[in-house]
């Protein structure tokens, strides 16, 4: 079954995150990036975003499995991803507000692929975006 | 970081310095599934990965992307003159490649509010294979402003 296109522009309820200098590091320390600027965990290199990730996708697919068959979910690759960078990530808390920006789909390999955009938009504490990052999620069909 | 570069340094075809990693571990990308808050097991759990049909572990789609973003932030002065990045996630990196990030100039352009420089960006593994690919905005000054 395909993943219904009226489902663009659904917003998801928005989620708090909290960015903290050791998050910062251990991140840094995972990618190996040593330039000083992010040495203390102050600020963080740009891609630090993909941390939010995880936690807004996991905020929408408990939307989402109200909507779509569960069974699609466990079937999901993340196929792209997109950053706007407006203001570097530091220490503090964050609001990452979700929506659907699209639905399509495509002629994959091994069958028709469903393809969700999801897009997060992480505001700090003064509702200024910081980030927009889109994920680009496949969704095999069964 | 860079040195300083200027819009005037770059022109359409301009490649960056590329930046080599690895080879990669099963340890770096477990570190990375965990500053990432991951928990997807098919980057940590050999077994679960070799039943979803993958040789061993996998590294992250966004861990080939943050080392296409470092790329950018050693050749830029400033982390901060990164304005976009999209990158497209088309092979699997697994322990042991060695990933090579590259980039090039395919467009330059001045708006009100600064010096624009598209690049397409991608990363290829020891084969040539590209595993990541897409493209980047970032922001230069000019010689000829103050």
Known sequence: MALDKKLIGRTFPSTTFTVDKEMIKRYCKAIEEFDPAFKEGETSPPTFASCFLIPSMMGAMSELSNLIDPSLIARIVHGEQEYEFYRPIKPGTYALEGRIADITEKMGRSGVLDILTLETTAKNEKGEASVIGRATILIRRP | ?146
């Not at chain 2, 861990?63 to 973003?69: F, H, I, K, Q």
């Not at chain 2, 830029?76 to 990158?87: A, D, G, S």
């Not at chain 2, 088309?90 to 010096?115: F, H, I, M, R, S």
């Open chain 2, 1 to 146: 970081m860079g040195k300083k570069v200027y819009f005037e340094d770059v022109d359409v075809g301009f490649e960056i310095p590329q930046f080599v990693v690895g080879p990669l571990t099963k340890e770096q990308i477990k570190n990375y599934a965990e500053a990432a808050g991951d928990p997807n097991p098919i980057h940590v759990d050999e077994n679960f990965a070799k039943m979803s049909g993958y040789r061993t572990v996998i590294a992250h789609g966004l861990m080939t992307m943050a080392y296409v973003s470092r790329m950018l932030t050693k050749w830029l002065p400033t982390y901060t003159q990164l304005k976009t990045l999209k990158t497209r996630f088309t092979k699997v990196a697994y322990p042991g490649d060695t990933l090579t990030c590259k980039g090039k100039v395919t467009q330059k352009y001045v708006k009100e509010d600064g010096n624009y420089v598209e690049l397409e960006v991608w990363s290829e593994n020891q084969d040539g294979e590209t595993v990541a690919k897409g493209s980047a905005t970032v922001i230069l000054p000019s010689r000829r402003k103050k």
